[in-house]
């Protein structure tokens, strides 16, 4: 497992380092100045922080001789990479600045720390062991979070923020946990978030168990995406090939606060979506979130089709779901839709009785 090593280039980028607390496990140096060379140990890898796109900042990570990270700010559509840059070894972490940039870094920077370097013998990793060299240069690799006192809630979120992304090379997982957490609990969140990915993408997980049994879970998300993806809402509604799909776009911008109710409607309509499904959608995924999370799970763990028909058409019936969902759980699953919408008949037939 590789060491990282936090390096500043500039005042703020050495801030967001403090600001971090990042753990003994990695190595920080001063701020880098132009032209200096960073003396690494071996199986140290340097992770060069900007909190602006200085030219001369960005030449000097891509004459790097081997492979580092970068974490610089989220650049706009219209600004491009230098071409040195996206073919150098240099792995791409931009951060979204929400607020106060020194804080927006060193959330990422904390997240990253804890992918690579934050384990103990107790953890353990399903797919590779190290994840770096899944890492691609040349795109963007983009930090997701998820948080709360229910796992089913914290998993269901983070799958619908990955679903809205147009995956390139996967996504590498990392779920903090109580450590009284039963496997089993863990085995649900993780087929959950594997329907969010496309079955082509590959996918690494890493379970890291806090010993504080009442601390929050928290989920994080290293998703690689085609290089200058822009963050414009309507260029992720484009991407999604489904209605879903590009409801879900949508929605977690709402959730998220990036939109509100009136520019929610206005999306919906400008892209043949109709906002009562918008409405429906966010208060199955974030107001009903755990009663959701139990349908997925169940249908993942159904006997056969015949259960999974039964299931799907009680919600279709008492109005749980509604037909556009219907759709996407039969693509899913490989269901008769007909034969769902005659069952969800006779059971409100039944019920009205």
Do not use: W
């Not at 880098?32 to 060379?37: L, N, V, W």
């Not at 610089?72 to 990479?81: C, D, G, R, Y």
């Not at 590959?202 to 929050?216: E, K």
């Not at 200058?228 to 929605?251: E, F, H």
């Amino acid at each position: 497992m590789k060491r990282l090593l936090f390096v500043p280039m500039d005042e703020t980028a050495s801030q967001a380092i403090d600001m971090a607390a990042l753990s003994p496990k990695s190595g920080r140096s001063g701020i880098f100045a132009r032209g200096s060379k960073i003396a690494t140990e071996p199986g140290q890898l340097p992770v060069f922080v900007t909190t602006g796109l200085d030219g001369e900042a960005l030449d000097a990570v891509a004459g790097f001789p081997g492979r580092a990270f970068l974490v610089f700010p989220e650049p706009p559509a219209e600004v491009k990479l230098p071409e040195k840059l996206l073919k150098s070894g240099v792995v791409l972490v931009p951060v979204r600045v929400e607020s106060l940039a020194t804080f927006s870094f060193s959330q990422i920077l904390k997240n990253l720390e804890i992918l690579f370097n934050d384990y103990s013998p107790d953890d353990f990793n399903l797919g590779s062991e190290d994840y770096f060299a899944e890492l691609k240069p040349g795109v963007f690799n983009r930090f997701f979070f998820a948080e709360g006192k229910h796992l089913k809630e914290a998993v269901l979120r983070m799958a619908h923020r990955v679903r809205s992304q147009r995956i390139k090379e996967g996504v590498a997982y990392t779920l903090r946990v109580p450590a009284n957490t039963a496997l089993f609990a863990l085995d649900e969140a993780i087929d959950v978030l594997e329907i969010a990915l496309p079955p082509d993408k590959p996918i690494f997980f890493a379970i890291r168990f806090d010993r504080d049994n009442q601390a929050p879970i928290r989920i994080s998300a290293l998703v690689a995406t085609p290089e200058q993806a822009t963050s414009d809402i309507q260029s992720r509604i484009d991407s999604q090939a489904t209605y879903l799909g590009k409801l879900s776009v949508i929605i977690e911008a709402f959730a998220f606060r990036d939109i509100d109710e009136k520019e929610m409607e206005k999306l919906c309509r400008e892209n043949g979506l109709e906002p009562d499904d918008a409405d429906r959608l966010y208060d199955l995924v974030y107001a009903r979130s755990d009663e959701t999370a139990d349908l997925i799970r169940k249908l993942r763990t159904a006997m056969g089709n015949g259960d999974r028909v039964e299931l799907i058409a009680e919600k279709l019936a008492d109005g749980f779901i509604d037909v556009r969902i219907l759709e996407e759980l039969t693509g899913l699953f490989g269901l008769d839709p007909d034969a769902i919408l005659k069952r969800a008949e006779e059971i409100k037939k039944k019920t009205a009785i």
